[in-house]
């Protein structure tokens, strides 16, 4: 047997270490080039990027600047995974939801589904969802020892869960070959709809499943309605935290022994298309869940049960179709993250009931991931990414903050009775708002290079969702209501509101700015008119009369140009009838010439909805 070398593959070895401090000189000299002083670190801070919950995003990360040992995985703090194996073996569960109230609908969707990659269902029962009553005929068919079933029933768990153990009953099943979330949990309840449910029926449901169902969990600490109430991640998972041990300390009270306890519940968290963001969240959670498990003289019992769904905030309604491009980030960030279940909204789920090729795409996400990219054959993909140990540990750290103030204010219920969880939930949400309406977040579609030709996606009405607490929120909403304007507009007079775009100069010159006012009004739902190209003092006003422009005219070019022609145009266009003339650049550029600016960081909802206003375009 030959034995390599340990250097032998001791590829530029001959080059010294680079050092932080060379790296940053680099940076200097980059920054000075494009006319900013700076030095040392604040160098580096001028190229990192300020994230929710005080957390920041550095352009570098140096092994010196890891995060405490992670342990291995299947071990306490978890941060790697709750099983040694990961998901090498299998995969993440493939589960998909399923929303309707009718039995026999829900069952061919459910059968399509199973016999097409997903290995588990998610059903929405009770008042958003099928009747109790009906999950004998919805799961007729379907084989319960080899597909798990996770039920979501609102404030109907108990007759949810009486129903679903009764038909396994029926059916002669074991009930150690029985494996299902029950799905109970008054708190998110509570979240959602503003009504107070008592723990103690929770209580009684775990304490039957967990003397008689080792595979059952009874409770579930659903994190979605924080964040679709606009919460940071920090406060998803410091709520999260809360809620679980309220549960907790209620299992406990009641007789059952900590490790008992911690085997009644699994935790729901949103993936995002923030890729980095959620494998650090799904990370943080467990390290977080496995610290109050250790706090509880349980640390074995800490390895937290993850279910992860696609978010809701992020899915527009407006070319629906860039979700599938969302979702699919966000199902590889929850398998990377070690999520032990994904579900993958479907493109269309904000427009209704998903029809079969919707639900097909959701599906086979996760089994292209999972198939053809192998995601799941590496045990914690992430693990050893300074980037992502980093970030999971600044998160972990907000997080147990967060959850701490929740504890001192008197614990989860307390805190959303007080109002305290909806303040500090809606002063994240508006922060985040001015970023979306200034469009410093883009959202592809909606902000960011809108369609407004495309043919509307329409979907069977879905059953409502439950309300009257939280408030949902999505990114696109301020846009929605702006293109909701013009679709108005559209059906009463048969076009949509209008602006002409002024284009001065060569291409050169105009194009960018063009191209910039282009997609910001068309974001509003308005037309822009750019014909012809380019525009004189002597074309401006035929061009805007032959354009059928709403009094709206803007003026895009270079700096340069708007010296020269700016005064000229304007004063051509205002005689053909433009009673607002607005510039694509820097405010202040030729004042006496224009009314308003349009320009890269100005609100873009503001200036819409101003804009229909002024057109008459009704509310």
């Not at 979240?191 to 059952?216: C, D, I, K």
């Not at 085997?263 to 298309?273: C, D, M, V």
């Not at 051509?572 to 202040?588: I, Q």
Request: aromatic share 6%; net charge negative.
């Amino acid at each position: 047997m030959t034995v390599l070398p340990d250097d032998g593959l001791s590829l530029a070895a001959e080059f010294p270490d680079a050092t932080h401090e060379q790296w940053q000189r680099l940076v200097e000299g980059v920054l000075r080039k494009s006319g900013k002083e700076v030095s040392g670190e604040a160098a580096e801070d001028a190229l990192s990027t300020k994230l929710e919950d005080g957390l920041t995003t550095r352009p570098l990360y140096t092994a010196p600047e890891t995060a405490p040992d992670t342990g291995f995985p299947g071990f306490a703090p978890f941060v790697r995974g709750g099983r040694p194996e990961g998901g090498a073996a299998s995969g993440w569960d493939v589960r998909q939801r399923i929303a309707g109230t009718d039995p026999v609908r829900v069952n061919d969707a459910a059968l399509a589904d199973l016999e097409n990659g997903t290995t588990s269902l998610w059903l929405a029962v009770g008042d958003a969802g099928l009747p109790a009553e009906g999950l004998g005929r919805a799961l007729e068919g379907v084989y319960l020892d080899l597909a798990p079933v996770s039920l979501d029933p609102g404030a109907q768990f108990t007759e949810a869960a009486q129903a679903f153990l009764t038909l396994c009953a029926e059916r002669k099943m074991h009930p150690e070959a029985i494996h299902a979330s029950l799905g109970a949990d008054p708190l998110g309840h509570e979240a959602r709809t503003g009504e107070a449910l008592s723990l103690a029926e929770a209580v009684e449901l775990a304490q039957v499943t967990a003397a008689g169902y080792p595979h059952v969990r009874a409770l579930t600490v659903d994190a979605l309605p924080y964040h679709e109430a606009g919460g940071s991640a920090a406060e998803e998972l410091g709520l999260s935290l809360a809620t679980g041990v309220a549960y907790l300390r209620a299992l406990t009270e009641a007789g059952l022994t900590a490790e008992a306890a911690f085997g009644e519940l699994e935790f729901r968290y949103a993936a995002t298309a923030d890729q980095f963001l959620t494998i650090a969240k799904l990370r943080a959670a467990r390290r977080l869940w496995a610290r109050i498990a250790e706090a509880c003289g349980a640390p074995e019992a800490g390895a937290q049960r993850q279910h992860a769904v696609t978010s809701p905030v992020m899915m527009t309604r407006r070319d629906p179709w860039v979700n599938m491009l969302r979702t699919t980030v966000a199902c590889m960030a929850a398998g990377v993250g070690g999520a032990d279940a994904v579900t993958v909204l479907p493109f269309d789920q904000e427009l209704g009931l998903p029809d079969a090729f919707a639900r097909r795409i959701s599906r086979n996400t996760s089994t292209i991931l999972l198939e053809e990219s192998h995601l799941a054959r590496v045990i914690d993909p992430a693990g050893g990414s300074y980037y992502v140990e980093q970030l999971t540990d600044e998160l972990a750290h907000a997080a147990w903050e967060f959850f701490r103030g929740v504890e001192k204010a008197g614990g989860q219920a307390a805190a959303l009775r007080s109002g305290l969880v909806a303040d500090r939930l809606a002063e994240t949400w508006a922060a985040r708002s001015k970023k979306l309406a200034t469009r410093r977040e883009p959202v592809t579609g909606v902000s960011e290079f809108p369609h407004l030709s495309e043919k509307p996606v329409v979907r069977e009405p879905a059953p409502a969702p439950l309300t009257g607490g939280l408030p949902r929120v999505r990114r696109d909403e301020a846009y929605e209501a702006l293109r909701a304007r013009s679709d108005v507009h559209l059906a009463a007079t048969g076009a949509r509101p209008t602006v002409f775009l002024a284009a001065l100069g060569p291409a050169a010159a105009h194009t960018a700015r063009a191209t910039f006012a282009s997609n910001l009004f068309q974001a509003g739902g308005i037309t822009p008119v750019h014909d012809p190209v380019p525009v004189t003092p002597e074309t401006a006003a035929a061009a805007y009369a032959a354009s059928g422009a709403d009094g709206m005219a803007v003026l895009c070019s270079s700096d340069a140009l708007y010296e020269e022609q700016a005064e000229a145009v304007a004063a051509a266009l205002r005689s053909a009838g433009a009673t607002t003339l607005f510039l694509a650049g820097k405010p202040g550029t030729a004042a006496t010439a224009v009314d308003e600016y349009v320009f890269a960081g100005c609100d873009a909802v503001a200036v819409l909805s101003s804009v229909l206003d002024r057109m008459g375009v009704a509310q």
